[in-house]
């Protein structure tokens, strides 16, 4: 499975935009990029994901470089409530090994008042 | 209705018992998991179930053995407790598709503490 690489921890003002950066530079062609996070003391939730094209959902937009090796998570509109660790998961397969979510440390965003 | 259920959310037992975790989810999904996040924060993958069958183990020790009644429902047991099995532990349930994606819906965790 592909190693994907986030910072630690970042912040962001509560209104602006969170631009969480993901390094998945040894992708291959039949892998997706996903994006789950966890709020405090609450199981992970899924966000978004994609495979080459950029993708948007009400929660999130995910952009993902033209070679595929690396994305980032927007959240156009942070709030309070969107404090939490967020994961960039890179995974693919057949369906019986597709599950098997690799969780790294995340990035742990704090988006402040 | 909330999508994947674990019963109980607060587990506090004394090393040696035996104890169980329950899982229900009511999304239709064929496929279930167990994972498991430690003081750590690491979140690991313990078991998948596709259709009650066993399909991912990782490595687990034998003490823990998931049961599948039924595709709804994973249930955990774990065997003579160890310091070490403190823990939450994840249930989750996804809908996968042979070459697509495969998106993963938690439960809202089980917080084990072994004295």
């Known amino acids: 499975d592909a190693k994907t690489t986030q910072p630690p921890s970042m912040d962001c003002a509560e209104g602006r935009a969170a631009n969480l950066p993901c390094n998945h530079s040894?992708?291959?062609?039949?892998?997706?990029v996903y994006w789950y996070r966890q709020i405090h003391s609450q199981g992970p939730q899924y966000i978004i994901h994609?495979?080459?094209n950029n993708e948007t959902n009400e929660m999130a937009s995910l952009i993902i470089t033209e070679d595929r090796k690396s994305s980032t998570l927007i959240l156009p509109h942070a709030t309070l409530r969107d404090t939490a660790v967020y994961y960039c998961?890179?995974?693919?397969?057949?369906?019986?090994?597709?599950?098997?979510?690799?969780f790294g440390q995340g990035t742990t965003l704090q988006v402040k008042p | 209705d909330t999508a994947v259920s674990q019963t109980p959310k607060y587990l506090v037992t004394q090393m040696g018992n035996d104890k169980s975790i329950k899982c229900e989810q009511n999304l239709g999904h064929d496929t279930m998991y167990w994972y498991k996040q430690d003081s750590k924060k690491f979140l690991k993958i313990m078991f998948s179930y596709n259709n009650k069958e066993l399909i991912i183990n990782e490595t687990v020790p034998n003490r823990f053995s998931p049961k599948s009644p039924d595709k709804a429902h994973l249930n955990l047991h774990i065997n003579s407790l160890e310091l070490g099995d403190s823990a939450v532990y994840f249930c989750?349930?996804?809908?996968?598709?042979?070459?697509?994606?495969?998106?993963?819906?938690f439960g809202a965790g089980s917080r084990l503490t072994v004295l």
């Open positions: 994609g495979l080459k």
């Open positions: 989750a349930s996804s809908q996968g598709s042979p070459a697509g994606a495969n998106v993963l819906t």
């Open positions: 998961i890179v995974r693919g397969g057949s369906s019986s090994n597709t599950g098997k979510l690799i």
């Open positions: 040894t992708i291959s062609g039949n892998e997706y």
